[in-house]
């Protein structure tokens, strides 16, 4: 008598991932008794079903795809060279209804609070008058602007797309990890991912329910057009780009197409009486709206650095006199200045009466001198980073570095403190990424959602999820050899 094989369980791992260990991380996908989590089963129900050599060959199809479309990013004094396809896992991280509420929750929140703050810190600069933040953080901030105090911004809106990076500790718990207020970059892959997984897989996003991110470029474009200045009632909105030899040019070009708006380079802009005009071939065009993607620092020569060649010369001027908007604003570099992050819970508080949504992590300030003899006394406990770079670098991963990185980084410290912060090593969470050599393994991750702050404040439903290809790193950043994964914000019901 025969018997029927017996179905293995829904909440069991397929075999792609029989032999994955979740180990003492967090893991997106199983937990620890190595039970597949609710919201993934869906997914690796179909998943399952793809044998080895067809996942291969999807994947070497999504690579040729990407390489073939142009899906790049530069990588400055590289000896290999500059240009690279960003590394994209098939994997996607899915998030389920209820975790996406509170993130979401937490998100608008914290956008409202820094508009608030930046307001106030160009106009009244109450919260610096009322003690709760000391002034000296703000009025030494390297990209506090004060060339724009009492300058009034369209719309009183200084930061209209945000990219918070959220990381998950080894509890679960959602915490921010650092806002990008100025010019956030990687929403051109969040939008080209999806493209590729849906055509990679669409019988799982047939019945997947999965929120949509196709319309990211629509929402951009409406909030670029409400900061337009008063009685243009259809404003000409372009994207200002530094060039193709930036790090994100593949994103500039992309976000035009996708808006179906021209991108620019300061040499195609110049200022006539305050207003700002594009060359085309039929003549002078009037701009009404400029997403700028350059640092203030090479905006305006007549204004900033007088060795830039990247800006356009008058156009400081022209904003000042609210004949054009740009988005982001001056100035709002202050967000994103690390030793600002340490104060964020405090504007949310001020500004709002409300507790943190999104925790911060637990930082220390090196310009403070218990919490400076703290950190130099455990740099082999600590994450240490500078208060204005990004991408991975000028920063020390405490406890994998050197005894002579920690001492060189004790020096950085001592001889410029306002520049430092100090925090915990955050154990990230993982996620079951394919690597050459081992099969599914578990890599860490990180989130950044993008949000867009206009007459409504309205956020992509998921954002970029990166990824650390190098086993045990956690860094992140595409830079630093990281990579991205699609994510999947699950509607209610499933």
């Not at 929750?105 to 608030?116: E, K």
């Not at 949504?357 to 003899?373: F, G, H, M, Q, W």
């Not at 000028?394 to 912060?421: C, S, V, W």
């Amino acid at each position: 008598m025969s018997r029927t094989k017996p179905s293995p369980r829904a909440d069991q791992p397929p075999g792609p991932f029989k032999n994955y260990d979740p180990a003492e991380f967090y893991d997106e996908m199983m937990e620890a008794s190595g039970a597949v989590r609710p919201h993934y089963q869906h997914f690796l129900k179909h998943f399952g079903a793809v044998s080895p050599e067809d996942f291969e060959a999807r994947r070497t199809a999504v690579d040729l795809s990407f390489l073939r479309q142009g899906v790049t990013f530069n990588v400055y004094g590289d000896s290999k060279g500059t240009e690279r396809i960003f590394p994209f896992d098939l994997v996607p991280r899915i998030i389920p209804a209820s975790e996406w509420e509170h993130l979401e929750a937490g998100l608008i929140q914290r956008i409202t609070a820094l508009n608030l703050f930046l307001h106030d810190i160009y106009h009244e600069q109450n919260i610096i008058k009322d003690g709760t933040i000391p002034a000296h953080y703000v009025l030494s901030a390297k990209h506090f602007r004060r060339e724009f105090m009492n300058i009034k911004v369209p719309r009183d809106i200084y930061i209209h797309i945000c990219g918070t990076d959220i990381i998950r500790d080894d509890k679960g718990q959602y915490l921010v990890l650092e806002d990008n207020a100025r010019c956030p970059s990687g929403v051109s892959y969040v939008l080209e991912n999806r493209r590729a997984l849906k055509r990679t897989f669409p019988e799982i996003f047939e019945a997947g329910g999965v929120r949509p991110v196709e319309n990211y470029a629509h929402e951009l474009l409406k909030v670029l057009q409400h900061t337009a200045p008063p009685g243009v009632a259809e404003p000409t909105v372009v994207v200002l780009t530094p060039g193709a030899y930036n790090s994100a040019y593949f994103e500039h070009t992309y976000l035009a197409r996708q808006m179906g708006i021209e991108i620019v380079e300061g040499r195609d802009l110049l200022v006539r009486d305050q207003h700002v005009y594009m060359r085309t071939t039929k003549g002078l065009k009037p701009v009404h709206v400029i997403y700028r993607r350059i640092d203030d620092d090479f905006l305006d020569p007549t204004v900033f650095r007088k060795d830039s060649a990247l800006g356009v010369p008058g156009l400081v001027n022209a904003y000042r006199a609210g004949n054009v908007s740009l988005a982001n604003s001056i100035g709002t570099g202050v967000a994103d200045d690390k030793v600002m992050y340490y104060f964020v819970p405090r504007i949310i508080k001020y500004y709002l009466d409300q507790d943190p949504i999104l925790p911060n992590v637990e930082t220390y300030l090196a310009s403070e001198d218990s919490d400076r003899k703290y950190m130099v006394e455990n740099l082999d406990k600590l994450v240490v980073k500078a208060a204005n770079e990004a991408g991975g670098y000028g920063m020390l991963m405490g406890p994998h570095a050197t005894q002579a990185e920690r001492d060189d980084f004790r020096k950085r410290i001592e001889a410029d403190p306002r520049n430092y912060i100090g925090q915990p090593m955050i154990s990230l969470s993982r996620h079951p990424t394919y690597c050459e050599g081992e099969g599914f393994a578990g890599r860490h991750i990180d989130l950044r959602p993008f949000i867009l702050y206009g007459e409504k404040t309205s956020i992509i439903p998921g954002g970029l999820t990166r990824v650390a290809l190098r086993k045990g790193s956690l860094v992140v950043n595409s830079s630093q050899g990281g990579g991205s994964k699609e994510t999947w914000v699950l509607y209610g019901n499933k």
